[in-house]
């Protein structure tokens, strides 16, 4: 398995933490309309997959990239967090949460 990478991503708000995943093609630009409303209740992880966005290149696989979220979980010591993903991002939480329920 190919080594994770470290992950762009904007932080903002307080509560629960809650990541967002995009989709293909996409970057994390796509929630900021989002950002102000939900960062009244949540501490909001807006993340660029890797490939993606400002997140470093890297070899492209589902899997790997459930890695990369696995990764930035543990490296922000984030306890039960909420993962809202839709296209690529569902993929990935789905995957994710099968492996690390």
């Known amino acids: 398995m190919p ?3 470290s992950l762009s991503y904007v932080k903002e708000g307080s509560g629960r933490a809650l990541l967002m995943l995009h989709g293909n093609g996409e970057d994390k ?3 900021y309309s989002a950002l102000p409303i939900l960062a009244k209740s949540f ?3 807006l993340i660029d ?7 470093p290149k890297g070899k492209l696989s589902y899997s790997i990239m459930a890695e990369d979220i696995k ?3 543990d490296e922000h010591k984030l ?4 993962i ?3 296209s690529d991002g569902a993929i990935i939480t789905l995957l994710l949460l099968s492996k690390y329920p």
């Not at 997959?49 to 997140?55: A, E, K, L, P, T």
């Not at 306890?79 to 909420?82: A, G, S, Y």
């Open 49 to 55: 997959s890797r490939s993606h966005g400002d997140s």
């Open 84 to 86: 809202y993903g839709f």
């Open 79 to 82: 306890i039960d967090p909420i």
């Open 3 to 5: 080594e994770t990478v």
């Open 29 to 31: 630009s796509i929630f």
């Open 71 to 73: 990764s930035f979980i």
């Open 43 to 45: 501490t909001v992880y």
